[in-house]
Nanobody, 127 residues
Framework: QVQLAESGGGLVQAGGSLRLSCAASGRTFSSYNMGWFRQAPGKDREFVAAISSSGGATLYAHSVKGRFTISRDNARPTMHLQMTNLKPEDTAVYYC????????????????????WGQGTQVTVSS
């Protein structure tokens, strides 16, 4: 099990940017695929982005591709989500998650494939 803690959320105007961070416990963080999900009120949790254990492969939801960038620093250990050109529809609670089984990155769009989750951080984009 890995402990995850998100930070960096807040209120931002449309077109602005935010950088979310996910601090992870344990040296074995470097062996886990990681992902970001978000959930808006009344909506299902949806996939945002994923990154392989080494950071060499990434995957993005169509809705955020070109605007968001996922990255990780296995030495800290920390994962980040750099969000730019934010839109009101990006408003949600953002969660980081760890795939300890290290499945194929292409399967990381499915929340059921993640083992550990953070508590979430609120991102609100005003128009």
């Amino acid at each position: 099990q890995v402990q995850l803690a998100e930070s960096g959320g807040g209120l931002v105007q449309a077109g602005g940017s935010l950088r979310l961070s996910c601090a992870a416990s344990g040296r074995t963080f470097s062996s886990y695929n990681m992902g970001w999900f978000r959930q808006a009120p009344g909506k299902d949790r949806e996939f945002v982005a994923a990154i392989s254990s080494s950071g060499g492969a990434t995957l993005y939801a169509h809705s955020v591709k070109g605007r968001f960038t996922i990255s990780r620093d296995n030495a800290r250990p920390t994962m980040h989500l750099q969000m730019t050109n934010l839109k009101p529809e990006d408003t949600a609670v953002y969660y980081c998650a760890a795939d300890r089984a290290r499945l194929r990155v292409g399967l990381s769009i499915y929340s059921e494939n993640y083992d550990d989750w953070g508590q979430g951080t609120q991102v609100t984009v005003s128009s």
